[in-house]
Nanobody
Framework: QLQLVESGGGSVQPGGSLRLSCAAS????????FAWFRQAPGKGREQISC????????YYTDSVKGRFAVSRDEAKNTVYLQMNNLTPEDTAVYYC?????WGPGTQVTVSS
């Protein structure tokens, strides 16, 4: 069993920044690729970024490339998503995922 808990969501104005955290526990993390998904109101869940915990290889979907950065802290067993230059289109519930495990999600709202 792998437990994932997201934090760091909130409300921000367009152009602002947030950093999401995903604290993981329960298993050795270097076996996993950690992914960030988001689900906007009325839309399906989409994968926006991922990182392999052992070597730090990353992936970004085009809509966040150049604005978001995923990283991990091996000592803290935590994966981060730094989100810059946020727009209202980034409003969604953001989820951390690894294999079949999901966190409960954290709400991000971008509004003026």
């Amino acid at each position: 069993q792998l437990q994932l808990v997201e934090s760091g969501g909130g409300s921000v104005q367009p152009g602002g920044s947030l950093r999401l955290s995903c604290a993981a526990s329960g298993r050795r993390l270097d076996y996993y690729t950690f992914a960030w998904f988001r689900q906007a109101p009325g839309k399906g869940r989409e994968q926006i970024s991922c990182i392999t915990f052992d070597d730090g290889a990353t992936y970004y979907t085009d809509s966040v490339k150049g604005r978001f950065a995923v990283s991990r802290d091996e000592a803290k067993n935590t994966v981060y998503l730094q989100m810059n230059n946020l727009t209202p289109e980034d409003t969604a519930v953001y989820y951390c995922n690894a294999n079949t495990w999901w966190g409960p999600g954290t709400q991000v709202t971008v509004s003026s």
